[in-house]
């Protein structure tokens, strides 16, 4: 797969897993950064792994 930018849009992709959750992945832009430190935050012990999320807050 190859994905090509045409935009100054970030490129994104969106991926369903096993349990029919919803998976989006995109190029983190800095305008972001609080969507994902709220994220991270609301992160329960069971969905912790592989180090995500980060430890503390940087």
């Known amino acids: 797969m190859c994905m090509v930018r045409i935009s100054s849009t970030p ?3 969106f991926f369903i897993d096993k349990n029919n959750e919803i998976i989006f992945i995109t190029e983190f832009v800095d305008e972001g ?3 994902l430190v709220e994220m991270y935050l609301s ?3 069971e969905r912790r792994c592989c ?3 980060p ?3 940087r």
Request: charged letters at 35%.
């Open 11 to 13: 490129l994104s992709e």
């Open 33 to 35: 950064r609080e969507n």
């Open 43 to 45: 992160f329960g012990m």
């Open 51 to 53: 180090g995500l999320p």
């Open 55 to 57: 430890l503390k807050k």
